[in-house]
């Protein structure tokens, strides 16, 4: 088996592939988090009960300033940890949400602008931003896309004084490329909105700015000689096509005009990314130029049309990335320099309405002959509806991949189409295994040629079809270009939404004389309960191109079991075509012939009586599934309807829809939903009501009304002596209602959710959440939905000295989740002194006591919060806890000089009111550990577990002697895996935030393989080697810098339906160390050890440990007694520890553990 090696190259995994899998990418499921923190405080997420982290692991801490000016921190976990309000902004609330991995904080004030499509929803996506190049630390500006109000162009003098440049025009889009700074980002915020501030008083686009929307100009990404002859090129070539005299834009990474197989080819180069000039350093460019027009110098074959002029417009720089704004000057470059093809291997997710990239394919296409063909995306494994855009809009012609033997490939994206469910992709190319042209970082073996897989190599094969066509017939356009290659295609065995009409077929294109014209035939969705459900008839017009009348035989074929005979059917079955004239037949669909409830699709066969011509066309119709109509209504405090209230409508596929005005109906499918929503008491206050409308089960058309009149206050506080003494720092009502046993827990498909969260920071003594009050609308819910309510304290301990913190919580379950008041005295708390220990050179750190809600899950946007708490490590904090219920430490530290991070979790815990509790969190040995009471987020045990021939890995290298879980950031990390002494996958890693318990060192825990599927172990039973190392330097780390663990174990494949635990064992060791994880040198010491993972239940045959006292150059048996303690003789000299064991199993499996300094020694 040859060995994949899985390389950190984010840029390689858009539309391109290479033969090498790239940088696995992380997908979680739906969280969400509702916060007001009005006086600017700090906010971060809960963590899973689970074995303990409270992030992704996504790298060092970020800023990123919002377009109203307010500036969100990210953690190295990825989570939210703070919220700079913009000046003026004190009083606004945000929305703080988490939905596939991907964190969106959007303030209460913009949510109504977002809601009417007025602002671009991605603006709020911290994760996309971040992954953008967005944030603070990358940028100065933000990139925006401000389009116009009509057709003016609107005023540039207010946004230039507000600190944004006004950049290129965007005529395709009726708007402009903008960048407003973002050190004054509050003062554009002010310039194009009127209003703002508070829920109760929302922005709005000012008249006099003459913006008509906001967009982010996005970053977009890029996404021979056995692959042209399957499409028929050398026929054409024979026939004397070549596309001479044909011009084609190919905008993407730039063309290496010097490669031998593009010389002469291209006649302008033109740069329009952040690149310093159209030179291709990434070389995805140029392969797909070589594809379209290739000479054949240097490779084997040549691309499809040798013969046409290339225009190189660059629109994406030289790691694969643009802006959106930089892709339509592009496209409007190439129509202007007279292209008539204009390839763009490129893409981003589409969204439901027309983006500003499908808007200005489908402008261009109408005002121009243009035909823009498109890749439709790699994310096939993401199953139906996963196109990417441009290749959505409706003028593209867009095209999915197959391989060499017609197979669709696995990451050819899917129909159908967001939002309307209409047929896309329109027909495939070939696309794995490409073999053209290459330059830059794609040229790996600097040959100049590379292999590549996806529709960006399937995307060219059509640009350069279309090239030949044109060829032969110069006064096309691209409507007709796209009728004749779609309507001339090999059919495979697959639907119109995976295929379109079928692989592209150009020597079949250039012999045709009769077309269909127009693009797939998309008929209305049939709305449940399909009692109105007569068929529905449109009409597809044949065109005869020929000399002579064509009788045509119509049909209809599907590919697909599930679409029912009679389902699709035409008239008339023949049809006579004269000469340069055009006939009409109906086609019609009938929905009657199912009950089933879903998109169908067929073609639409025309077979000429000679059967020399054959003309294909897409079909689609959607059944609606059982749906009904959910009509919301917002009243404020006086009962009168609330034009800017606002609600997030959960839904039982893991959606969420936001709505804004006092009354909106949605059409939805049949299930259990439920409500939250932000209404302001009174327009124009500050005062907003939290509403919570849990387990709303529709299944009829129903009205709910969001109520204000039914919210009641919020109060929790201390009393008793010394309760005047505090200072509020943070209250908070956290809640989950909807699906809560399956949100909280650990699944299969991702990270489980956090619940929502209603916050208030301040320093008031009896914080009532800024007059936020809650309502619970509808009858009571039941057991599965409940109510946190907590609040923190903190109260003065000297001059200088930090603060004792008192942590609060009620949790309520199964009740009224309405107001709720308590107050709380010195015999209802604990006390409890927690130490931590300082592995870390000049590290400080804030501790904070999470309460663990009804699902296990211990958690609080507090993690994060008083920053005056924090510390230097070793310390010792003091904190009183609410008796009868269960509490978990939580440490977050960060070395200022080392830029090093990391969290620890200690142990869940109920104390007894009026006793005194001592806690250890980080004490060594820092080392791998495989407690078996910790499961990973999919609800895996810690280690290597099997499925089928499917490998997950979450391998904790860093957990402390206690077995606390956490996350530190790594200097260096390798994970590799061999069977049968040949390598499957080796994958190298730095700066990343490794983490205990949640992701390991391996931040995909699934392998992938090329196809981006997860990576197929051999089914026989193999002997295998798994290695997983550490490093961090001195610096980053004081103790553990290198720890390494290598296993070898015996596996096959295992049954599909279950997960089963491979045999990794490991060996923890906790001494009794001091805080600075230090001993006394020159004594005797005991080393407490445990082995924890399959051998604790298999049983140890072997066992045996090794020492050594210079730092692991050399080492020297150590003495075990008892089989749980080391008995080791200290050196006089000051220094450090290394412990290695060597552990074999009562089945064979065996382990090599080696941590180097894994404690001091001091005189």
């Known amino acids: 088996m040859p060995g994949r090696h899985l390389r950190h190259l984010s840029h390689l995994r858009h539309l391109a592939r290479l033969r090498h899998p790239g940088t696995p990418a992380v997908s979680a499921g739906l969280a969400a988090v509702l916060a007001v923190t009005p006086t600017g405080g700090a906010l971060a997420a809960p963590s899973p009960d689970t074995g303990g982290t409270a992030g992704e692991g996504t790298g060092d801490r970020r800023a990123v300033t919002l377009v109203t000016g307010d500036t969100v921190h990210v953690g190295a976990s990825g989570r939210v940890v703070g919220i700079e309000r913009a000046e003026g902004r004190e009083k606004v609330a945000f929305s703080i949400r988490s939905v596939d991995g991907h964190t969106h904080v959007l303030p209460v004030d913009a949510a109504p602008l977002v809601a009417r499509g007025k602002l671009d929803a991605r603006l709020f996506d911290i994760t996309g931003l971040i992954e953008m190049g967005y944030d603070d630390r990358e940028r100065s500006d933000l990139p925006l896309i401000v389009k116009h109000a009509g057709e003016r162009t609107p005023p540039e003098k207010p946004l230039t004084e507000a600190g944004a440049k006004v950049g290129r025009k965007l005529p395709a889009v009726n708007g402009s490329a903008v960048r407003p700074s973002k050190n004054r980002g509050d003062d554009f915020w002010a310039a194009v909105t009127d209003g703002g501030g508070s829920a109760g008083d929302p922005a709005r686009l000012a008249s006099s700015s003459g913006v008509r929307e906001i967009r982010l100009d996005g970053r977009v990404e890029t996404a021979l000689h056995e692959s042209v002859p399957r499409i028929g090129a050398p026929a054409a070539w024979e026939a004397g096509y070549d596309g001479e005299g044909v011009t084609v834009a190919v905008l993407d990474t730039g063309v290496d005009g010097s490669h031998p197989d593009l010389a002469g080819q291209v006649i302008e180069h033109k740069n329009f990314s952040e690149a310093p000039d159209t030179a291709d350093r990434l070389g995805h460019g140029t392969h797909v130029a070589s594809t379209v027009a290739g000479t054949g110098q240097k490779l084997k074959g040549t691309g499809v049309a040798p013969g046409v002029r290339l225009l190189d417009g660059k629109v994406l720089d030289d790691e694969g990335g643009g802006r959106e704004s930089d892709v339509v000057a592009g496209m409007e470059w190439a129509v202007e320099q007279g292209a008539q093809v204009v390839n763009m291997s490129l893409g981003w997710p589409d969204q439901p309405h027309t983006d500003i990239l499908e808007e200005a394919v489908n402008r261009l296409s109408a005002e121009s002959d243009t035909l823009f063909v498109v890749a439709a995306g790699n994310e096939g494994a993401d199953g139906p509806g996963a196109l990417r855009s441009p290749g959505t809009a409706e003028a593209a012609l867009t095209v999915g991949a197959v391989d060499k033997e017609d197979r669709l490939a696995g990451f050819s994206s899917r129909g159908p189409r967001t939002g309307d469910g209409d047929v896309k992709p329109d027909l495939t190319a070939p696309g794995a295994g490409i073999v053209a042209a290459v330059a830059g970082l794609f040229d790996e073996e600097g040959t100049g040629v590379a292999s590549l897989d996806g529709t960006s190599m399937a995307a060219p094969h059509v640009a350069g079809a279309a090239a030949l066509l044109l060829q032969k017939n110069p006064g096309w356009d691209g409507e007709r270009l796209k009728s004749v290659l779609t309507g001339s295609t090999e059919p495979g065995p697959y639907t119109v939404y995976e295929q379109g009409t079928g692989r592209v077929d150009v ?104 059967g020399a011509t054959t003309v294909r066309t897409a079909l689609g119709v959607h059944r609606e599934p059982e749906s009904y109509d959910l009509t919301i209504r917002h009243l404020d405090a006086d009962g009168r309807p609330a034009e800017d209230g606002f609600t997030f409508l959960l839904g039982p596929d893991g959606s969420e829809r936001p709505f804004v005005g006092d009354e909106f109906t949605f059409r939805l499918p049949r299930g259990r939903y439920a409500l939250e929503s932000l209404v302001p008491v009174k327009e124009g206050g500050d005062e907003t009501a939290l509403l919570l409308r849990p387990g709303l089960n529709l299944d009829r058309d129903t009205t709910v009304t969001m109520d204000a009149r039914e919210a009641e206050p919020v109060s929790v506080g201390l009393s008793g002596d010394g309760a005047g003494e505090t200072r509020a720092v943070y209250a908070e009502v956290g809640y989950c209602v909807y699906e809560c046993a399956e949100r909280l827990a650990p699944t299969a498909g991702g990270y489980p959710s956090y ?74 708390l604990a006390e409890v002194d927690v130490t931590a220990s300082a592995p870390v050179p000049g590290e400080s750190a804030a501790l904070f006591m999470a309460p663990v809600d009804p699902y296990g899950r211990s958690g609080t946007l507090a993690n994060w919060l008083v920053t005056d708490q924090r510390r230097a490590l070793p310390a010792t904090y003091t904190t009183h806890v609410l008796g009868g219920i269960a509490w978990r430490p939580h440490l977050t530290a960060d070395g200022e000089d080392s830029g090093t991070e990391r969290t620890l979790f200690g142990d869940r815990r109920t104390y007894e009111a009026g006793r005194k509790y001592r806690e250890q969190l980080g004490t060594g040995v820092y080392g791998p550990g495989l407690p078996a009471d910790r499961i990973d987020p999919q609800g895996l045990p810690l280690g290597a577990a099997r499925r089928g021939d499917t490998l997950h890995l979450q391998l904790p290298l860093y957990s402390d002697g206690a077995g606390h879980g956490g996350a530190m950031t790594a200097a260096e990390g390798r994970v590799s895996l061999r069977a049968g002494g040949e390598e499957v996958f080796t994958d190298e890693y730095d ?173």
């Open 507 to 610: 020597a079949t294109a250039l012999e045709r004389e009769v077309l269909a014209e127009g693009g797939p035939v998309n008929f209305t969705l049939v709305p449940w309960p399909h009692t109105v459900r007569e068929p529905e008839t449109k009409e597809v017009t044949y065109r005869n191109m020929g000399g002579e009348p064509v009788e045509l035989e119509l049909s209809v074929r599907t590919d697909d079991a599930a679409v029912p005979e009679g389902m699709f059917t035409v008239s008339p079955r023949t049809l006579t075509v004269p000469p340069g004239g055009t006939a009409t037949a109906e086609v019609t669909a009938d929905t009657r012939t199912t009950e089933k409830e879903e998109a169908f699709g067929g073609v639409l066969t025309a077979v000429s009586a000679d």
């Open 755 to 828: 619940f929502d969260a209603f916050s208030h920071f301040g320093d008031e003594p009896d914080p009532d959440l800024n007059g936020t009050l809650v309502g619970h609308i509808g009858p009571e819910t039941d057991d599965e939905a409940f109510v946190q309510y907590q609040g923190i304290w903190a109260r003065e301990t000297g001059e200088g000295e930090p603060a004792d913190l008192y942590h609060l919580a009620w949790n309520r379950r199964g009740a009224d989740l309405g107001g709720f008041t308590a107050e709380v005295g010195p015999e209802d």
């Open 991 to 1163: 700066g990343l935030l490794t983490e205990y318990g949640y992701e390991g060192p391996f931040w995909e825990p699934f392998p992938e393989d090329e196809d981006g599927e997860p990576f197929a172990l051999p089914a026989e039973e193999r002997r295998y080697t798994l290695t997983a190392e550490e490093s961090r330097p001195a610096s980053h780390a004081s103790v553990s810098n290198r720890v390494r663990a290598e296993w070898s174990f015996d596996s096959a494949r295992t049954p599909e339906d279950t997960w089963e635990r491979l045999p990794l064992s490991v060996v923890r060791f906790s001494p009794r160390l001091s805080p600075a994880v230090t001993v006394t040198a020159g004594r005797t010491f005991t080393v407490p050890f445990a082995v924890e993972g399959a051998a604790r239940e298999a049983g140890v045959r072997k066992l045996s440990f090794e020492v050594s006292y210079d730092e692991g150059r050399t080492w020297r048996k150590a003495k075990a007694v008892d089989g749980k303690h080391l008995l080791l003789e200290h050196p006089e000299e000051p220094g450090s520890v290394s412990l290695r064991a060597r552990l074999t199993d009562r089945q064979g499996n065996t382990l090599v553990q080696t941590i180097e300094r894994a404690y001091l020694t001091t005189g």
